[in-house]
């Protein structure tokens, strides 16, 4: 079974560009997660989807990041300006219903220079 | 609102040393509890879990035990190995409604040859 994929592994930036992050979640998998991982830190939810819906986005920083899932299935995430301080990994995860695991991807390092 | 603590560390254990890293959490109804494992350079792995109360997981040596009357799930291995040098990361996902996964802070394991 494929796991889920995310690209790019690596991205470096200068601030006040955008930049996108693409996740594929394992096939079947209806809820699908964005999280941000400062180093050092424990993973920090930005937004939840179930299917193409939004579950939980009170984290994100709306007035800069914005994500969707269109049909359900893949997801972008965009941060648009970045700032220094968005410098973290962005980790996508993808699980069924009914307190099931959350498998994760390997995540995309983001670096604001 | 829903909430994960455990021990930060960092932690140097010698091989062979007996581990313990305790998770306490906060939750309404009847969570799901995991511990997850980040090895350097890599994305998040489901190290273990248990979905109701008196379960318990295990993997790798690794064991947790869920109790509810004490709102814990403490990570324990007999024997730690250089491998498992690690952040762990103690987290509960939530029963029902949003089903939000909420993780700890991490715990960063050196063990030492």
């Known amino acids: 079974e494929a796991g889920v994929a995310q690209s790019p592994r690596y991205k470096i930036i200068e601030k006040r560009q955008s930049v996108a992050f693409w996740c594929n979640p394992i096939?079947?998998?209806?809820?699908l997660y964005w999280y941000q991982q400062i180093l050092g830190q424990g993973p920090k939810l930005l937004i939840q989807?179930?299917?193409?819906?939004?579950?939980?986005d009170s984290q994100l920083p709306k007035d800069r990041f914005s994500a969707e899932r269109l049909k359900g299935v893949d997801s972008t995430l965009k941060i648009q300006p970045a700032k220094l301080e968005d410098s973290a990994v962005y980790l996508c995860?993808?699980?069924?219903?009914?307190?099931?695991?959350?498998?994760f991807g390997q995540g995309t390092r983001l670096t604001v220079v | 609102g829903d909430s994960v603590t455990q021990m930060e560390g960092p932690v140097t254990l010698s091989e062979e040393a007996f581990l313990t890293i305790n998770c306490t959490y906060t939750?309404?109804?009847?969570?799901?509890l995991f511990w997850y494992v980040q090895y350097p350079g890599e994305g998040l792995q489901l190290l273990l879990k248990?979905?109701?109360?008196?379960d318990k997981g295990s993997n790798k040596g690794f064991e947790a035990t869920y109790r509810k009357e004490t709102t814990s799930f403490h990570l324990e291995k007999g024997s730690v190995q250089v491998s498992d040098s690690a952040v762990y990361f103690c987290?509960?996902?939530?029963?029902?409604?949003?089903?939000?996964?909420?993780f700890g802070k991490g715990m960063k394991l050196t063990v030492n040859p």
């Open positions: 995860a993808s699980t069924t219903p009914a307190g099931g695991a959350a498998f």
């Open positions: 096939s079947g998998h209806a809820t």
């Open positions: 989807f179930q299917n193409n819906g939004v579950v939980d």
């Open positions: 939750a309404t109804g009847y969570p799901s």
């Open positions: 248990a979905t109701k109360a008196d």
């Open positions: 987290a509960l996902r939530t029963q029902g409604g949003s089903e939000k996964l909420v």
